[in-house]
């Protein structure tokens, strides 16, 4: 009986809150209407763009025209270690603030929406599905120290909850504090991050399929190197999920 009567205590009490100390939208400011809206206004979550089908079948990128493969991606598709990569939405505008919000202002909190996005767009791609041991890119100590958070972690815990995948810890660490990725060409980029991870226990990474989860996917340099890692370790496959693809 008890429990008959909390629910709609607590609907009135989120209500009254929301009526006192009204909610804005993370990306227009426009305020939020209903308790359930949020973190976006319905006008900028209608604005988020899934990935459309025809995008590469090795890096995720949205294709224009038709084909397998992306441009840069037709002549090297046997030499990366990546089995492929695959994102939920294009970084667009409303998507890029969500992120920002979400790691640079230390909304924890968006984790449950957009974790719950990145599940709802894991069904549409049944290539995933053999990955079944999900593994947030680490970060190096002294940053996530800084952050409070590592946001791949997040995400990826919301993720396998969702979709009942095991979760691949402590196996990996970054030992090294790359620069900033920002400026530098793709070849830099995967140069800079040379030595960046190393695999503590190989034992856990063994005979897995594992899938690399992260929030923004750029060049793919970071994750090439985390997959490459993986399976010098004796992963059986290391794939790629997003939840923002860059073009
Ligand atoms: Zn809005
Ligand atoms: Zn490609």
Do not use: W
């Amino acid at each position: 009986m008890a429990k008959i009567m909390k629910i709609p205590f607590l609907k009135i009490l989120r209500y009254l809150l929301h009526v006192l100390l009204p909610r804005t939208c993370a990306h227009c400011r426009e305020d939020l209407r209903y308790p359930d809206d949020g973190p976006l206004c319905p006008a900028c979550r209608a604005n988020l763009e899934p990935i459309p089908e025809l995008h590469c079948k090795k890096c995720g990128v949205p294709l224009d025209s038709g084909g397998e493969y992306c441009f840069n991606c037709r002549g090297h598709k046997g030499g990366v270690a990546l089995d492929f990569a695959v994102s939920a939405f294009v970084f667009n505008p409303e998507l890029r603030t969500l992120i920002h919000e979400f790691k640079y202002r230390g909304r924890r909190g968006l984790a449950g929406p957009l974790g719950l996005e990145l599940a709802k767009a894991y069904d549409r791609y049944p290539r995933l599905k053999p990955y079944n041991f999900a593994m947030p890119v680490p970060l190096f100590r002294e940053k996530e120290k800084e952050r409070g958070f590592n946001q791949s972690r997040l995400l990826a815990e919301v993720l396998g909850r969702e979709k009942k995948l095991f979760m691949l810890e402590g196996a990996v660490e970054r030992i090294r504090n790359t620069p900033s990725q920002t400026g530098l060409t793709k070849k830099e980029r995967l140069e800079n991050m040379n030595g960046a991870f190393k695999v503590t226990r190989p034992e856990l990474v063994k005979g897995r399929r594992v899938l690399i989860i992260d929030d923004v996917a750029t060049t793919l340099a970071t994750v090439s190197e985390l997959a490459g890692r993986l399976k010098k370790a004796g992963a059986a496959g290391a794939a790629v999920f997003t939840l923002a693809r860059e073009p």
